[in-house]
């Protein structure tokens, strides 16, 4: 309880750290529409892939330095030599990055999708959509960072990309599926097992990695 | 009777892209027992720490652990969150300690710095943060690269009472130091 309550102080006192990412989120969504003609039908049509391409940008910008910090004053060793489990730690510290940046972008993504498309059902279905992706997209691009901890946050962005495109590709079905009422429940039970299989497994692979960076 | 050793150090060796570091390092460290690790800069005293806490592996050589409970290190870096409070960087800590956070606060000349942030603290002052961290502590066998780096002479008398008091209570120290702590312990020095 202690080590979540600790992560949570920890990103909650860096401002930058969560509010940051969620200011550049409402930039971009507010600013594409300035970008496009002021006709609702053009606007909804490039919402939904302005959307995905915004969570995913903020997501990035917010594991940028997820254990960069850790590492640098020497709190990666510390919690590498005690027992309880490396993964845990970064399970949670992932799911409180996800509680503090996640969740409000899900929440005002689904109301620029309410402003957007004026429909209460369409934000409704989103929800659950952004939050799931937002989540997945926090875990693989973790997973990204820890691979090159030392060696700055590009290169794990573009080792990560690849494993991020099926996602997109999937999140646009969805949109898809939602616009003509089929499949929705489908695809959420396909991306809650994503998740479920990533949840597990990506601490864990981290949990390695940082390991074989201290070592 | 056969003393049960905590740590067991048997021809430890560790290389460094063909370089030797150091080499057949064997050593025991027993309950209530002490190792003051000696060598000039570089000689490995940091990486001997930590082989000793498992972060690193031995190019040969093997070491073996018969803890009951996790080890407590303190290192080059102080693993303290800059822009924390005091308290707030402590609240890892469980403070069960015989001894009041309050009385150490004082001992360490901290007392009034609880709800300062640590990035307002000088660097010795931060040094004592972390070794705070130490005293609260109740692992069995602590382990300490450089503890008197930046503490004023009364924290130094103050670290080397609270080592020697640790020790009467079935407690193990393994600590590299240039500074003589003056207190009973086992040296080896990776030099020779």
Redesign the interface.
Known sequence: MNILYFEFLKLRKKSRGWLGPILVFILIMTAFPLTVEFLNEDLEQAFFSILWIAVLLVMMLATEDIFLEDFNDGSLEQLVIHTESLSFVIGVKILIYWALIGIPVSVIGSIYCLGITSSYEMALLIFPVLLISSYIFLNLFCFGNSLTLTKGSVLGTLITMPLLLPLLVVLGKVVIAINLGLNYFDFLILLLGVLSIIIVTIPLIISFVIRAHLE | MTMTYLIQAENLSYKINEKKLFQNISFEVNANSALHITGSNGSGKTTLLRII?????PTRGSIETNLTS??C?L??????????TVE?NL??QSIQHNKPLDTLLKDIDLYDKLDVVVSNLSFGQQKKIALLKVFLNESELLVLDEPCVGLDGKAQTFLTSFLQEELGKNKSIIFSSHINLNIDAKSINLDN
């Open positions: 806490l498992g972060i690193s592996k996790d080890m290190y290192g080059h870096k102080n693993a303290l969150k800059q822009y924390l707030d609240i890892l």
